[in-house]
């Protein structure tokens, strides 16, 4: 396929406001390519060279791309600044200087996806001395042989601002539309997608041995497995009911989550977004080769920092300055790191995915006997609401989140959130004051004394995953700090767009769309029924429709964008229902 034929598809897929239009045109693009340019193109609709866990970045900076836009149209860096400067993406600004180039035409050649995907992967791969010049010269040589349409795609794609709005589930569903004419094979991509995190792999795979080679998948040593997530209940007595009457109950920690995958004397540390930490660990790195009893292994837990002298865990704000790329040594040495391990994925040669949680769990301390560094969680077996309570109450008084809930007999379910995991936290106990994760989808300008900013707010949204889109939950505009407006305003007006992406489900109109890519955190007063907003939307008694909102809603934390965690990792319409309902519930019985 050519590069010119994907950037039509690019095109119309930029212009649809309809999900399932979507849909059509990315199976209709998968269907027009080869085996071969099937993981390409899904990498390159990502707006990545490669998976997260690879850690493969582009390094072309926006700068940059402007000398190559200059270079490639004959305008000066000058004219092709404010050019950018009235457009305000660049991608656009290829388009437009490309379309009325002051260079004579020359002969073009036409370069195919996986042409473009290896030149790309080359401009990441340079480094060292002249690198820069190498860089802009490679970017250069495709827009000058590109028509304008390719020029804006060629550009937004290494800065990582492609603006097609497709999320993991939308890619999913085309590719089972584009194999097998239907989406009734989504959920077995899915499953293939959660055991490997690697959405180019599962396509390719389809496309060379069909579903039947997808369905028998299977994990695999420094391929991630996105995690499990947990559900959430209010009190023990519902958390009891809903396991059956007896569960393992487990501490639950403030820390960094970890998948270790450890095979002969190689480990690979990966985080809960499945980027590869191992550099940022080296002394968790060091426990597993040393305390751990296995040869091969895959297994998860929280690290944390502790204090030395006391034994005592130290709080998140803490730990967090373990996350760096410089000095990794010398603040290991300060904030030495526990990893406090809660479930076995796969150990000397099998896989423990679909055993019981007890049996992962036995498996698990038997590996980590005697071990210092890398510990079980602590936890209990009961079926007293009361017992759970107690352990509830004493893990909050040393400190910790609160306490994890988890079906004995339920097998490790990747990539989902269901109540065969359920926490229970000290924030749900009373008013709303747990914090909520949300997806930024658009921003306000600032006005009065925000003027200065160019920032005024932003539109927040949560999502439901039934629907593959980002419902609205409330604006925000409390809380930030000048750095984080200006912060927010430097990110957001890169991605910014007038159109509503069609993944987004809003009734309110901001000054600029975006496209769902950021996270941030808030804390809010409660909960409610609101007109305005279109979270689990739906018709109530008096005959008017209503969603649910954030009331009092402010910024939270010390870091505007929350770096750990993908869009899709915000909280769930689901849930934002469910927490409706425990507020309400606290009240009547309060």
């Known amino acids: 396929m050519l590069f010119s034929e994907l950037a039509k598809y690019y095109e119309k897929l930029e212009a649809t406001s309809s999900r399932l239009g979507m849909i059509d045109i990315f199976a209709e693009a998968l269907k027009s390519a080869s085996v071969e340019e099937i993981d390409k193109i899904i990498y390159m609709t990502q707006g990545v060279l490669a998976p997260a866990f690879d850690g493969i970045e582009f390094g072309l900076a926006e700068k940059m791309a402007e000398e190559a836009i200059a270079i490639a149209t004959g305008y000066t860096k000058e004219e092709t600044d404010r050019d950018y400067k009235k457009s305000g993406d660049l991608g656009i600004t290829a388009e437009n200087l490309k379309s009325k180039s002051k260079l004579k035409p020359m002969l073009q050649k036409k370069y195919t996806v996986i042409e473009v995907y290896n030149t790309m992967k080359k401009i990441s791969e340079t480094s060292g001395s002249g690198s820069k010049d190498i860089k802009i010269r490679l970017l250069s040589e495709l827009i000058a042989s590109s028509a304008g349409i390719e020029a804006r795609y060629l550009v937004r794609y290494p800065l990582g601002q492609l603006r097609l709005g497709l999320g993991d589930a939308t890619i999913l569903e085309s590719l089972s539309i584009a194999k097998t004419g239907s989406r009734v094979e989504k959920e077995t991509l899915e499953r293939a997608y959660n055991l490997c995190s690697d959405l180019g792999y599962v396509g390719k795979e389809l496309f060379e041995g069909g579903i039947g080679r997808v369905r028998n998948f299977k994990v ?177 008084e040393n400190g910790l989140e609160g306490i994890v809930a988890k079906d004995l007999k339920a097998p490790y379910i990747a990539g989902a959130r269901k109540f065969s995991w359920i926490k229970m936290k000290r924030s749900y106990k009373g008013e709303l004051s747990d914090t909520i994760d949300v997806a930024i989808v658009g921003y306000y300008l600032g006005r009065g004394s925000r003027a200065s900013f160019k920032f005024g707010g932003l539109l927040c949204a949560v999502y439901n995953k039934k629907r593959d889109m980002f419902e609205t939950i409330s604006r925000l505009g409390s809380g930030f700090t000048e750095k984080q407006m200006s912060e927010l305003e430097e990110l957001l007006s890169k991605i910014k767009t007038q159109a509503k992406p069609a993944r987004v489900d809003s009734l309110v109109k901001p000054d600029f769309w975006v496209y769902p890519k950021y996270v941030v955190t808030v804390r809010a007063d409660e909960i409610t029924k609101s007109p305005m907003h279109t979270c689990g939307r739906e018709k109530q008694e008096d005959g008017t429709e209503a969603g649910y909102a954030l009331r009092f809603p402010r910024l939270v934390g010390e870091e505007a964008i929350r770096s750990d965690k993908s869009v899709e990792e915000v909280n769930q319409t689901s849930e934002i229902i469910e927490m409706y309902k425990m507020q309400k519930k606290v009240r009547v019985e309060g």
């Open 220 to 396: 695999a040593m420094f391929k991630p497995i996105r995690p499990a997530l947990a559900e959430r209940l209010p009190t023990a007595e519902e958390i009891l009911k809903k396991m059956g009457g007896r569960c393992a109950v487990e501490q639950k920690y403030d820390g960094f989550r970890c998948q270790v995958h450890m095979h002969g004397k190689k480990v690979r540390i990966f985080s809960r977004r499945l980027e590869d930490t191992t550099q940022m660990f080296p002394d968790i790195a060091d426990a597993a080769l040393k305390e751990v009893h296995s040869d091969d292994i895959i297994f998860e837990g929280e690290a944390l920092a502790y204090n030395e002298a006391t034994g005592e865990f130290l709080p998140f704000q803490e730990t967090i300055q373990r996350k760096r790329k410089h000095e990794i040594g010398k603040k290991a040495i300060e904030l030495p790191l526990h990893l406090i391990a809660f479930d076995l994925m796969y150990a000397n040669g099998k896989s423990y995915m679909n055993e019981e949680y007890e049996t992962r769990r036995k498996m698990l301390e038997k590996l980590l006997e005697g071990s210092t560094t890398i510990i079980p969680s602590n936890r209990i077996i009961t079926d007293s609401s009361k017992e759970m309570e107690e352990f509830f109450e004493a893990s909050v």
